[in-house]
């Protein structure tokens, strides 16, 4: 039931239901199998990415319509997991250390994330497992066996470390986590001022050939793992000029740079040392994309509110695992620890042991709802000059995953009932060819390049409009290379 599940997604992004007729969905059975309703949430949140952006460069365009928005069950599944089909000069990537995986307790079974080096050290300190150990996958199992998955959970992340008890949905629920989450909507915005922000020039078109929608959009990128460079990686495939700034102690994983890297600038930043250069940023960003978590950016004066009083009109948008309320808000948190906790491992399980969903599709839906996010807080910035606030998590899209989805059936019957009169009056041609058949992998949605870093095969954007890009401009450079300027 896409077009509902669309339609809920957009209503909570603030965006006009009466654009919805303009978005239609190519159907492939076998894309994205789960239990719950994978397929549905990633085309939900690519369609609704692609539908806003459509809509930005309508407008900044003066279109007196918005470009058709096609939404393709193989593009959507292929970029769902992009990170596993990146090679680098035919070089397969790491996507989890041996550490960062399932263990039985003596009650259940907890999961581990230790894919950074600072993760793993005190993973292993919490555990009193020593650094040296010459088979630390069977030591940390030793060690686990005879605690309870509660108990690591708190022990290790008291030590700064990342474990979490796997829960069932129902104990999800009677969490106070579970409880701060489902009282969220499944995005949140405000208006963070009245002042008038920098205005955006026209964008010049041929026919329904546009500029990028997001062209001239400057955004600073405090985001790490995936969510947060996905939507900054799609912000910069829409044309924005993204400049990701890291720690300069603190190097991002290899392959992850690459994956999420395309269209962007990487550079480092000591936030302590030299405020004075970050604030020459900031004071010519249009777009501040954080990913931290809440609060931990504070101590430098990077609260939204000051953010936003220092830049008037800037549009700031957050991501967290956890979300910025309830008493696991200043918790770290990543995709794979985030379905444990919430109930999802168990219903992809089975009564042996717990299990996942075939992409980590929290992170990537949230980071295209949280690129959706900003391209409609710039839409709305066209017609007051205000600043926007908007805040995600993947506890909440796991939630609406879980309880809000309903699955759809596949083939043909997609449009035989359901859809029948859902939109009409579209234009014609509305279904042709929308069920292609099976999914049966991922080529035609993949693509190759040369880069700094080497040859690098990658998965295509699943965001597709009329008039739209269809690859980033650029492909990604080596980590913490450019300089902290605006191009």
Request: hydrophobic share 45%.
């Amino acid at each position: 039931m896409t077009a509902e599940e669309m339609e809920f997604a957009w209503t909570a992004l603030g965006g006009d239901p009466a654009l919805l007729p303009r978005v239609s969905t190519v159907v492939r059975d076998g894309a994205l199998p789960a239990r719950l309703p994978v397929r549905e949430l990633a085309r939900a949140c690519a369609g609704v990415c692609a539908l806003a952006a459509a809509e930005l460069g309508a407008r900044r365009a003066g279109l007196s319509e918005v470009p058709r928005v096609r939404v393709d069950d193989g593009a959507v599944a292929t970029a769902f997991v992009s990170e596993r089909h990146l090679l680098i000069d035919g070089r397969a990537p790491v996507t989890f250390a041996p550490l960062s995986r399932f263990w039985r307790t003596a009650d259940g079974w907890v999961r581990t994330h230790a894919n950074y080096p600072h993760h793993r050290e005190r993973l292993l300190a919490a555990l009193g497992v020593p650094d040296s150990v010459p088979d630390p996958v069977a030591a940390v199992g030793s060690a686990l066996a005879e605690r309870s998955s509660r108990d690591v959970e708190e022990a290790v992340y008291a030590a700064g470390g990342l474990a979490v008890a796997s829960r069932t949905a129902k104990e999800w629920a009677a969490h106070g986590q579970g409880t701060a989450v489902a009282a969220r909507p499944l995005v949140e915005h405000h208006r963070a001022d009245t002042a008038h922000a920098r205005v955006l020039t026209a964008l010049a078109r041929t026919g329904w050939t546009l500029q990028l929608p997001a062209a001239g959009v400057r955004v600073l990128d405090l985001t790490r793992v995936i969510a947060g460079p996905v939507a900054t990686r799609t912000l910069a495939l829409l044309g924005a000029d993204v400049l990701r700034v890291d720690p300069p102690g603190m190097p991002e994983i290899l392959d992850q740079h690459v994956d999420t890297g395309f269209g962007k600038r990487s550079a480092t930043l000591d936030l302590a040392m030299d405020p004075g250069s970050f604030e020459a940023l900031l004071a010519e960003a249009d777009v501040v994309v954080t990913g931290y978590r809440p609060g931990a950016l504070d101590r430098f004066g990077l609260s939204p509110e000051a953010m936003v009083a220092r830049r008037p009109g800037l549009v700031v948008a957050q991501v967290s695992a956890w979300g910025a309320y309830g008493p696991w808000a200043g918790r770290r948190g990543f995709d794979s620890l985030v379905q444990v906790a919430t109930g999802i491992a168990a219903i992809e399980g089975t009564e042996e042991q717990p299990g996942a969903l075939p992409a980590q599709a929290l992170d990537h839906g949230t980071g295209y709802l949280l690129a959706t996010a900003v391209l409609r807080a710039l839409t709305e910035r066209l017609d007051d000059g205000g600043g926007r606030v908007v805040r995600l998590s993947l506890a909440r899209t796991a939630a609406w995953l879980t309880d809000g989805i309903e699955r759809g059936p596949d083939g043909l019957d997609v449009h035989e009932g359901h859809y029948e009169g859902l939109y009409e009056g579209l234009y014609e041609g509305l279904y042709e060819g929308l069920y292609e058949g099976l999914y049966e992998g991922p080529e035609a949605w993949l693509a190759e390049r040369d880069s700094r870093l080497g040859r690098l095969r990658y998965a295509l954007p699943p965001v597709s409009f009329e008039g739209g890009p269809c690859d980033w401009s650029r492909p990604p450079g080596p980590w913490g290379a450019d300089e902290a300027r605006w191009g």
